[in-house]
């Protein structure tokens, strides 16, 4: 890597000096020499000297490899224009400087002469200038280099197709810069498909990342979730990974009441774990390998991310060095990691290694979609925490060094509530009226005010979470159908079940992305019965629907220019219907039937919507599945889609109240001609369009001015394809809606 930075420097030297050498020109029969330059770029940097021990009236000077008026490496103090200014009086010193493209490296120094700089010998500071920029640094903070390999076998990677790095790093590689915009983050090829980059960060700490082939997001290891990390520490970091494998999650923990240990002793382990951890690297010189005792009980923790699947060699120390390890000599703790684990070691005691509980979690559903990212807390019989894990992509967990005893799981996780529909709530029902029966986890979860049965309250609060009237349940949001467990001479496997509540039929499967396959049948859609200058009605109707036991949707309009005051002439058959409000422009629908299902006919009207007029002006109402996705089943829980179907209404500006009297539309529904006729008393501009059930305009079907009288125009939709549509006739200052079907 040090080679590749040489030649990378020497080249664009050769560069920068063919660029800046003079050429003669024969102009007008005399020799004029012209420049060449490349042109320069302003680079602003800003160091912090709180923590240098500036004397009163020093300076502060940067010298580098910059070239031109900054000189190549000039003793501080000896260039004026090395030295920096602190305009503001608060210790943070800045220069700007004038600089071609290319690779710099550089120190702060204070005060004159080699003597006042940052540390004595490397590693320098490194800048890439392709751009104009600002730097903010802080005095005598090392830039830590890391080397990155990634072994690309399996990935698909396509002949010639780069692999690129993105992350948190900042400086020259950007923070989360998009894949093959930034060639500084672009990995090299090596031999058997290995790729590997070198990143220079300019401040050591916790950096996220992750591995892409190709430009673009689409080409990462995995979509979502969590990223790699890296803990920058130590210089010379070198990191070894496997495409789309993520890091083992590794928890120690060491009990060290025995040992002599006083609390606020330093506790390291040194091992081969490689990565941020280093391989055996001196107790004491690693900021990553230490323990930690929050809770000052004498247990000592620590947690690892590691990004290969093998086995590992490692031991606990005293304080910095070699001296204050659990004993001299060999053996070396041992251990195969391949899932996230837990381990838990007594000081010194190499003889009691205790047994595992192994398992994995995952969801109550017929795939048994594996959990990830769930916390799970070992607690012994009294309630005391054993240790702690995080399952991986895979669910699989593992505890390590547990004595004989009894266990429970206290299970916890972030992942967000969601995929509970109506067709669950009629699952709830049936089971409260003994038409069929849920048991175990399912019916657990139907318990979500945590009385500890399954009533009518808990299906009203699922009702309204549904609906999005109400954002939580008493009892949160998952629950876990693990059992407790007993360690008596041997290890344990303990598999088990998550499942948010109030999803009765485990059909969500995270993340929930809606109905995956349903067939199409009947049809929800809204007509406009009334609108005038102060308020409009919304009629919303079902039809073909044979045997319908539950439903939930979302219905749009434009918050602008209506306001939804209400609903009118509910139904009695859907008597249980709860309808919310969330946000101004979202109505939401949920209702499942309290006994058989139903058919429903053409054109049943579940209820009148009505809104008062903000403002004049027009918009379109939908069915959508924001943020209730819709949903249809027949009485036996299949799903079904039914066709939806808006409508427009509102009241433009400067309109009369609209009439339609005198509007003839035929036939409806219709094959493939359909036919328009109105009467006005005078010559106007008219406009009638026609447009599907998505709002889409599909036919301009009148733009012109008609003459008074009567008026008559046939149009031809054999092109379009059957279902609904809608018309919108603007005649002088009146307007018209309507619905069409074409069979």
Not at 121 to 141: E, F, H, K, L, M
Request: charged fraction near 15%; hydrophobic fraction near 40%; aromatic fraction near 12%.
């Amino acid at each position: 890597m040090k080679n590749r930075d040489f030649f990378s420097v020497l080249f664009l030297f050769l560069i920068s000096a063919l660029l800046t050498r003079q050429v003669g020109a024969q102009t007008t029969g005399r020799q004029q020499e012209v420049e060449i330059k490349s042109p320069s770029l302003s680079v602003t940097f800003h160091v912090d000297v709180h923590r240098a021990g500036l004397v009163s009236g020093e300076n502060v000077y940067m010298a580098g490899s910059f070239g031109g008026g900054y000189g190549l490496w000039d003793e501080p103090g000896t260039n004026p224009s090395n030295r920096m200014e602190d305009p503001e009086n608060d210790s943070v010193y800045s220069l700007t400087m004038e600089l071609v493209p290319g690779i710099y490296y550089y120190k702060y120094f204070k005060g004159n002469g080699w003597g006042g700089g940052e540390w004595a010998g490397n590693p320098n500071r490194q800048i890439y200038v392709d751009s104009s920029r600002t730097v903010y640094q802080a005095w005598g903070v090392k830039p830590v280099a890391m080397t990155f390999y990634v072994d690309m076998h399996g990935s698909g990677l396509l002949p010639e197709e780069p692999v690129y790095i993105s992350g948190n790093f900042g400086f020259n590689n950007g923070i989360w810069d998009l894949p093959g915009s930034n060639l500084h983050n672009m990995l090299v090829p090596g031999a058997d498909s290995v790729y590997s980059i070198t990143v220079t960060v300019d401040t050591a700490g916790i950096y996220e990342y992750k591995f892409f082939k190709g430009p673009g997001w689409d080409g990462n290891e995995w979509g979502g979730g969590s990223n790699r990390l890296v803990f920058a520490y130590n210089d010379d970091v070198w990191v070894n990974a496997l495409w789309a494998f993520q890091q083992i999650r590794f928890t120690m923990n060491v009990d060290t009441r025995a040992s002599g240990i006083l609390t606020g002793d330093s506790v390291f382990f040194s091992g081969n774990f490689g990565g941020s951890y280093g391989s055996w690297d001196v107790p004491g010189t690693n900021r990553a390998n230490l323990l930690t005792d929050a809770d000052q009980d004498s247990v000592y923790t620590s947690t690892l991310l590691l990004n290969l699947p093998r086995g590992y060699a490692f031991k606990f120390f005293r304080g910095s060095g070699w001296d204050g390890g659990e004993w001299g000599g060999g053996p070396n703790r041992v251990l195969q990691l391949n899932v996230n684990a837990c381990a838990n070691y007594i000081w010194g005691d190499t003889a009691s290694a205790g047994y595992e509980i192994s398992g994995q979690v995952a969801y109550a559903n017929p795939a048994s979609t594996p959990l990830g990212n769930i916390t799970l807390t070992l607690k012994d019989a009294w309630g005391g925490t054993t240790g702690s894990v995080q399952t991986g992509s895979s669910g699989h967990f593992v505890f390590m060094g547990i004595s004989n005893g009894q266990y429970a799981f206290d299970p916890f996780t972030a992942k967000a509530w969601g995929g509970v529909t109506a067709a669950d709530v009629l699952l709830y029902k049936k089971h409260i009226a003994n038409i069929s029966t849920l048991t175990g986890i399912y019916l657990a979860s139907g318990d979500v005010n945590g009385n500890g049965s399954l009533t009518a309250s808990d299906v009203l609060l699922i009702k309204k979470r549904i609906a999005m009237i109400i954002g939580s349940f008493p009892v949160g949001d998952w629950l876990f159908d693990n059992e407790a467990i007993l360690i008596n001479g041997s290890n344990v496997t303990s598999n088990f079940h998550g499942l948010v509540y109030g999803d009765a039929n485990g059909t969500y499967i995270p993340p929930y992305d809606g109905i995956r396959e349903a067939d199409r049948n009947g049809m929800v859609h809204l007509d406009m019965m009334r609108h005038s200058r102060s308020e409009t009605m919304v009629a919303l109707n079902l039809s073909d629907m044979p045997n319908l036991g539950s439903y939930q949707f979302t219905v749009s309009y434009d918050a602008t220019l209506f306001r939804f005051t209400g609903a009118g002439h509910l139904n009695e058959r859907f008597g249980d219907l709860t309808l919310g409000n969330p946000v101004p422009g979202r109505l939401t629908f949920v209702w499942a039937a309290d006994g058989p299902g139903f058919a429903v006919s053409e054109n049943e009207t579940l209820c009148l919507l009505h809104f008062s007029m903000l403002q004049p002006g027009e918009a379109l109402f939908t069915v959508t599945d924001d943020p209730v996705i819709q949903e249809f089943t027949n009485y036996d829980g299949t799903r079904f889609v039914p066709e939806a179907a808006g409508c427009v209404s509102g009241y433009p500006a400067g309109a009369d109240d609209v009439h339609t009297e005198s509007l003839v539309v035929l036939p409806n529904p219709f094959i493939d001609i359909l036919e328009f006729s109105f009467a006005s008393e005078r010559e106007m501009a008219t406009d009638l369009r026609l447009y599907n059930s998505l709002g889409k305009e599909v036919a301009i079907i009148v733009n012109q001015a008609t003459p008074a009288g009567s008026f008559h125009v046939r149009f031809d939709g054999s092109a379009l394809a059957k279902g609904i549509y809608f018309y919108r006739l603007k005649a002088g200052d009146k307007i018209c809606t309507g619905k069409v079907i074409k069979i």
